[in-house]
């Protein structure tokens, strides 16, 4: 087997060998050398193979050529759609001569997990290139810095350009480069989680011409501070549908706005230090979750929204649910609810998906009877009715929701009982 597909394969230096889990079509391999290679033998069924652990430098000197019509007939013949290289010391010297081979793999989806890139590499040799690689993912992975790197990314264009998913997640970087962006004309979802982006190294990122066709964008858990300059950041991106702005600390900025992509329908603002509702929030929401916060209220009106999440806030309250006509789900785990003040028979109607877990209830006949409907119609999630217990009135306090009576002899006594005597006084009449 030539050394180029040993290194396409991974095989580092050092003892190991291959696993194979045939339930989940998964084979993992661990330390491969040339010595140890036939175990890769069991892994030739698996759609995901995974290499883990060693250095590549000790290929750095070798020729490298094209593979041969019977290595090239072979590597078409494999399975393998997906390849991840974890805890690999990888020469990007190296990564360059050897990533076109993956063009004559069906391989589409190249994972890097927990690796260091040395040096630079030289990417003439992927000038045009094609790959089959559609996902490209890079996690807790260390390089040099993007900025001054065009000129590499534009002999990828080729490739790049036709990739559809890429995710840099707890890589530290800071800042992403215009030209970068607009290499990437045909790209889906972008995932940059958990890394170090602030307010003002998003404009230059989404320039104009960049990211033409995102839809789907993740700045989860990096260093966002002005809602405002997210969203100024973000208005030349035509398509995007879904934004997730979680575990940033957002404040509004009362002297100015702007209008968020009238494409976003789904919008992640939980775990972001919210004391109110920032606004403007996108127009066509459908999906919103702002749980996880210290929002007092929530009274905001969005008509097409059919997804609500305000867990784990401090809510007094619940939302009206006439300022949302097409709302079918809604969880309120975890706040300071006391009650529902919802009509049952138009709430049974609506909403598919309730959860109030968690609230001190006021089981009062109205309040307990409002989530004994919701649950009797399969309409009331996950925590009940364990999770749910009276904090008032003294009577029920500490005792199940589930258990509370909500008969209308129960309920209703003296609407029941007032009538009732009359019609006995009248008969009582009538017999003197």
């Not at 004559?104 to 890139?117: A, G, K, P, R, W």
């Not at 094609?130 to 900025?147: D, G, K, Y």
């Not at 260093?223 to 934004?243: A, D, H, R």
């Amino acid at each position: 087997m030539s050394v180029a597909l040993l290194l396409l394969l991974g095989l580092v230096e050092g003892e190991g060998r291959c696993f194979f889990n045939r339930t989940h079509d998964h084979c993992v391999c661990y330390n491969l050398s040339q010595e140890s290679v036939s175990s890769i033998i069991q892994c030739l069924p698996a759609s995901v193979v995974e290499f883990r652990r060693g250095e590549l430098q000790r290929y750095i000197t070798f020729p490298i050529s094209d593979p041969d019509p019977d290595t090239t007939e072979m590597l078409k013949s494999l399975l393998v759609r997906k390849i991840v290289f974890g805890d690999l010391l990888v020469p990007e010297i190296l990564l360059a001569r050897v990533l076109r081979f993956f063009s004559y793999t069906q391989v589409e989806e190249l994972v890097f997990d927990n690796c260091i890139f040395e040096g630079r590499g030289n990417w003439d040799e992927m000038a045009g290139q094609q790959l089959p690689v559609l996902s490209l993912s890079f996690h807790n992975v260390t390089s040099v810095p993007l900025t001054g790197r065009q000129q590499d990314f534009s002999q990828l264009s080729s490739w790049l350009g036709t990739l559809q998913d890429l995710a840099v997640t707890s890589c530290r970087v800071t800042s992403l480069p215009c030209a970068i962006g607009r290499v990437f004309r045909a790209l889906r979802s972008l995932d940059m989680a958990q890394n170090n982006l602030e307010d003002e190294s998003l404009m230059p990122a989404f320039c104009e011409g960049a990211f033409p066709q995102l839809r789907v964008l993740s700045l989860q858990h990096n260093n966002l501070t002005s809602y405002q300059s997210v969203c100024k950041s973000l208005q030349l991106l035509p398509e995007l549908q879904y934004l997730d702005l979680s575990q940033n600390k957002l404040l509004a900025d009362p002297s100015s706005s702007c209008q968020w992509p009238a494409s976003l329908r789904i919008f992640n603002l939980s775990d972001t230090g919210l004391v109110e509702v920032l606004t403007p929030l996108p127009p066509s929401l459908e999906v919103l979750d702002m749980s996880c916060n210290h929002l007092h209220t929530a009274d905001i009106s969005l008509s097409s929204l059919r997804k609500l999440f305000l867990s784990h806030n401090v809510l007094q309250a619940a939302p009206s649910i006439q300022n949302y006509p097409m709302l079918d789900t809604l969880h309120l785990d975890n706040n300071s609810i006391t009650e529902l003040p919802w009509d049952k028979v138009k709430l049974l109607k609506r909403l598919q998906d309730v959860t109030v877990a968690g609230n001190p209830f006021n089981c009062s006949c109205s309040g307990a009877g409002v989530l004994q409907a919701l649950a009797g119609g399969g309409h009331l999630g996950q925590g009940w009715p364990q999770a749910y217990t009276c904090g008032s009135p003294p009577l029920y306090q500490g005792r199940p929701v589930q258990e509370v009576p909500v008969s209308a002899l129960h309920c209703k006594r003296a609407a029941v009982i007032a009538p009732l005597c009359i019609v006995l006084i009248l008969l009582g009449v009538a017999g003197v």
